[in-house]
């Protein structure tokens, strides 16, 4: 049977037709939009194994890791504790005048930062304070060397299983992160610090859901190497 369309069905059915296409690609625009704006960190290769390293200057940091951004050498204190002074100022120029001999002054995160180290009372002047870590507990020795590391990672990243010969001491910017030792896991998320006695085996998780962003601080004997690795076996403590 032969169907004859007039001029009139022909155009609209043409209408029709185009105005569906457009609705379709339309979609399809927008579907490829959203999800190119909602970021996953789902399915990305994890790192495990992580230490915090060096990176040289002029040399492009990865975008994921944690890196060794400041270090003080020398140190000497009169008592066998220590607390960690982390505030944050305006400017470099403000967090220079403030630091003292043996502070350190990194900028992350887009902010600029000044860390310090003595007793609890000591904190500098100045700036906005951040957080106090301590006590870290010192281990004998003759000189100490501080080394402040910042470190970008996503859930299920781990660091190595390492020790380390002096006290370590961490401020989660951003996400949550799980300390295994053989006490136990040990938690903490944004806002929060957390601490280790020195030569303590221990594996650092990233736990949660979403970007973690942290300074961490070590405090060890000159005379060593800031990380050392370790046999001990973890358990699995933070998966739990």
């Known amino acids: 049977m032969r169907i004859s369309l007039r001029g009139s069905d022909v155009a609209r059915t043409t209408f029709i037709g185009a105005a569906v296409l457009s609705a379709i690609a339309l979609s399809v625009v927008s579907l490829v939009n959203l999800n190119a704006q909602v970021p996953s960190t789902a399915g990305h290769d994890h790192l495990t194994g992580v230490a915090c390293v060096d990176v040289p200057p002029g040399e492009k940091r990865p975008q994921f890791g ?5 270090a003080v050498t020398g140190l000497h204190f009169s008592e066998r504790a220590v607390y960690w002074h982390l505030r944050a100022f ?5 967090a220079e005048t403030a630091k003292s001999a043996t502070g350190i002054v990194v900028e992350e995160d887009g902010r600029v930062w000044l860390s310090e180290f003595g007793s609890k009372n000591s904190a500098p002047r100045g700036g906005e304070a951040i957080a106090v870590v301590g006590p870290l507990q010192l281990p ?21 299983v390492h020790t380390h010969p ?6 989660v910017l951003a996400g949550e ?6 006490a136990g896991a040990d938690r903490g998320g944004a806002g929060g610090t957390m601490t280790v006695r ?5 594996k650092l998780n ?6 973690r962003r942290a300074f961490a601080l070590v405090i060890h004997d000159s005379a060593k190497q800031r990380g050392i690795p370790s046999d001990w076996k973890p358990s699995g403590a933070c998966s739990r």
């Open 66 to 70: 944690c890196f060794n951004i400041g």
């Open 90 to 94: 305006p400017n470099r120029k403000a």
């Open 198 to 202: 020195p030569n303590i085996p221990m």
């Open 140 to 160: 004998a020795a003759k000189s100490y060397t501080a080394v402040l590391s910042y470190a970008v990672m996503r859930p299920g990243d781990n660091s190595r």
């Open 177 to 182: 992160q799980c300390l295994e030792t053989p």
């Open 206 to 211: 990233v736990t949660g859901t979403t970007l």
């Open 166 to 171: 002096g006290p370590e001491g961490w401020y």
